[in-house]
């Protein structure tokens, strides 16, 4: 059984910054890797941030320049710094686990962000 919990989540100024935590636990290889979702209420879910095994990371263009993502693997851990946050950041952040030939796919429960003008 393999779960992916987030937390960080909450109310944030036009401006200003959060960090977001996805912890993987349970029967998982320790350096997966992870992927960071949001889903506005009316829109699509997009992908943001990855970052893969060797710590390569990809950004949505929306978001390059003031979100950084980055893993703790000591912890099993992935971070989503987000600086300048606007208020279309304001969504539900989901945090993936891709499948891979090694792992399952699994998703966390997510945590909603928002940011107010």
């Known amino acids: 059984q393999v779960q992916v919990t987030e937390s960080g989540g909450g109310l944030v100024q036009v401006g200003g910054s959060l960090r977001l935590s996805c912890a993987a636990s349970?029967?998982?290889?320790?350096?997966?890797?992870m992927v960071w979702h949001r889903q506005a209420p009316g829109k699509k879910r997009e992908l943001v941030a990855s970052?893969?095994?060797?710590?390569?990371?990809y950004y949505a263009d929306s978001v390059k320049g003031r979100f950084t993502i980055s893993r703790d693997d000591d912890k099993n851990t992935v971070y989503l710094q987000m600086h300048n946050m606007r208020p279309n950041d304001t969504a539900v952040y989901y945090c993936?686990?891709?499948?891979?030939?090694?792992?399952?796919?699994?998703w966390g429960q997510g945590t909603q962000v928002t940011v107010s003008s």
């Open positions: 993936q686990i891709p499948p891979t030939p090694f792992n399952g796919e699994f």
């Open positions: 349970g029967r998982i290889f320790t350096g997966v890797g």
């Open positions: 970052i893969n095994n060797e710590g390569i990371t």
